[in-house]
C-alpha cells in the first residue's frame, strides 16, 4: 500500500467514525422534537390528527424489541 492509500483510508475511518453518531444523534434529536410538538400541539391545540398515537407506538417498540 502507498502513503496515499493508508492516509485515504485513516481519512475515510475517521470521517465514518465522526459522521455516523453526529448522523444517528441528529436523527433522534429530531424523532424525539417531532413527538414533543405533536403532543404539545394536540394538548394545546386540540388537534388530534398529527398526534403520536402512544398504542401504535407501544405496539411497534413491542415489535422490534421481540424481534417480530
Excluded at 467514525?17 to 444523534?25: D, T
Excluded at 422534537?33 to 394538548?43: R, T
Amino acid at each position: 500500500m502507498s502513503i496515499k492509500q493508508v492516509i485515504f483510508f485513516i481519512v475515510c475511518a475517521l470521517t465514518w467514525l465522526l459522521l455516523l453518531p453526529v448522523c444517528l444523534l441528529g436523527g433522534a434529536i429530531a424523532l424525539l422534537s417531532y413527538a414533543a410538538v405533536s403532543e404539545l400541539g394536540e394538548l394545546f391545540g386540540g388537534d388530534t390528527r398529527n398526534a403520536v398515537d402512544s398504542s401504535t407506538a407501544r405496539e411497534i417498540a413491542r415489535r422490534v424489541c421481540l424481534g417480530n
